[in-house]
Structures are given as C-alpha cells and as structure tokens.
C-alpha cells in the first residue's frame, strides 16, 4: 500500500454534483485516511444554480461552504494543513478560494489551513461561459508565488478518444470536449479533454482508466479503483 500523507481531507464536489455522491470517495480514501480526517464540502445542486438562477454566484456559495468546512477541519486537527481534494470544475473554485483575491466582492483569509490541492479532471483551459469566469479570474492573478505556497497536483484520465468517425462512445466524447474546447479529436475522461487540465506550474499527472461522471456502476475519480491511481499525490 502507498504511503499517503495522513493530513486532514476536505473534498469539493464538481459543478453540478452535489455532496452525498462523494460518499464514495470517502469511503475509498478512508483505506489510507481515518474517516474522520475527511469531510465533503456540503453543497446541493441549489448552490450551483441558485434562486432565482444565478448560476455565476456558485463559485461565491460553494467558496462560503468550502471555508466553513476547511475552518472546521483546521479546528478539529490543529497544526496539520488541510489537503483540499476538488472534482471537475470544483477544482476552479477551490483555486479562487485560496488565491485570497476579491472574486465578485468574496475574499478569503486562508491564512495557511490549507497545504495542498489536488484536482481531479478540472479543465483550466475552457471556452465553455461559466467555467471562463473562474479561468479568467485564475490566471489573472495566478502567479509562481501561489504554487510556492501550495502544492498543487492536477490528475486527469485520458481513457477515452473523441471521434465523430468513430462508434457512440467516441462521437458523444467529441460533443463533450468540443463543449471545453475547439477540438473534440482529444483524449479525456469522457466529459474533459486531458490536455485542458494541464496547468503551468502544477504537477500535472495523467491516468488510465478513469472516468468522470460520479454515476453508479463506474470507475470514475471517486471509486476505489480510481483513487488507487491518484492516492500517491494525495
């Protein structure tokens, strides 16, 4: 079994997902993490989209629940710096959060609680209108500073081809990864081309036989046989 460091793990949903289908991801990393250094950002699928609609305030509602929840963890494990594990575009909110710059009027002072960030299948590279707010906003103020302060892992699957010559599989992944960016012939996980999850200055890993979608019945991010091949940059 690997050896994993035994930090406190907050967890951040993707967009669009909500806090109860991370269940799964827990129980995976409790093999290597007692279960009570693990919590999950709680979120529901309101806080994505707001009421009325607004779904460019989630990265504001979902940032308010990821500081209690970080706040929460520091609190109960002084002295150890919470690892923030981030799936799909939760990823981007998480880097908002601990980039401490005003993002539509919210600021937070992390002020060391946090160590470490590892995203799963996060595109940082997307024409897609929502999910530019957050990438705009990143690499405006990301600089060499932040990955001097955290360390910072972006996995992503490349198990899956897009095609329009190719079967079902391969035809809806090109519709997927033309939605992310202006090439669907890509490899990804199914919903995010691989090479959109690159990001300069973090430690960029790429998987096998991963999918994206926390749906039952796969091997997504957040199952066993998918955190047994991301749990060594944890």
Request: charged share 20%; net charge negative.
């Given at each position: 079994?690997?050896?994993?460091?035994?930090?406190?793990?907050?967890?951040?949903?993707?967009?669009?997902?909500?806090?109860?289908?991370?269940?799964?991801?827990?129980?995976?990393?409790?093999?290597w993490?007692?279960?009570?250094?693990?919590?999950?950002?709680?979120?529901?699928?309101?806080d994505?989209?707001?009421?009325?609609?607004?779904?460019?305030?989630?990265?504001?509602?979902?940032?308010?629940?990821?500081?209690?929840?970080?706040?929460?963890?520091?609190?109960?494990?002084?002295?150890?710096?919470?690892?923030?594990?981030a799936?799909?575009?939760?990823?981007?909110?998480?880097?908002?959060?601990?980039?401490?710059?005003?993002?539509?009027?919210?600021?937070?002072?992390v002020?060391?609680?946090?160590?470490?960030?590892?995203?799963?299948?996060?595109?940082?590279?997307?024409?897609?209108h929502?999910?530019?707010?957050?990438?705009?906003?990143?690499?405006?103020?990301?600089?060499?500073?932040?990955?001097?302060?955290?360390?910072?892992?972006?996995?992503?699957s490349?198990?899956?081809?897009?095609?329009?010559?190719?079967?079902?599989?391969?035809?809806?992944?090109?519709?997927?990864?033309?939605?992310?960016?202006?090439?669907?012939?890509?490899?990804?996980?199914?919903?995010?081309p691989?090479?959109?999850?690159f990001?300069?200055?973090?430690?960029?890993?790429?998987?096998?036989?991963c999918?994206?979608?926390?749906?039952?019945?796969?091997?997504?991010?957040?199952?066993?046989?998918?955190?047994?091949?991301w749990?060594?940059?944890?």
């Open positions: 079994m690997a050896e994993v460091r035994q930090n406190p793990v907050v967890i951040v949903p993707g967009v669009l997902f909500w806090d109860s289908l991370y269940e799964v991801m827990r129980e995976a990393l409790s093999t993490i007692p279960a009570e250094k693990i919590a999950i950002v709680p979120v529901n699928l309101l994505w989209l707001g009421f009325p609609p607004s779904p460019e305030r989630s990265t504001n509602r979902v940032m308010a629940a990821l500081d209690r929840t970080v706040r929460a963890m520091a609190s109960r494990f002084p002295g150890e710096p919470v690892t923030i594990v799936h799909s575009g939760g990823g981007t909110v998480a880097m908002i959060y601990l980039l401490e710059r005003p993002f539509q009027g919210d600021v937070y002072a002020n060391g609680l946090v160590g470490r960030l590892v995203t799963l299948g996060t595109p940082f590279h997307t024409h897609e929502f999910a530019k707010i957050k990438t705009d906003f990143i690499f405006k103020h990301l600089g060499p500073e932040f990955f001097q302060k955290y360390q910072v892992v972006s996995v992503v490349n198990q899956y081809k897009g095609s329009l010559d190719g079967g079902m599989i391969e035809k809806m992944c090109y519709m997927f990864y033309r939605g992310v960016t202006d090439d669907g012939n890509l490899a990804g996980d199914g919903v995010v691989a090479r959109s999850c990001l300069d200055g973090a430690k960029n890993v790429t998987i096998l036989e999918e994206h979608l926390p749906a039952p019945h796969t091997k997504w991010y957040g199952t066993k046989d998918g955190v047994e091949q749990i060594e940059w944890l």
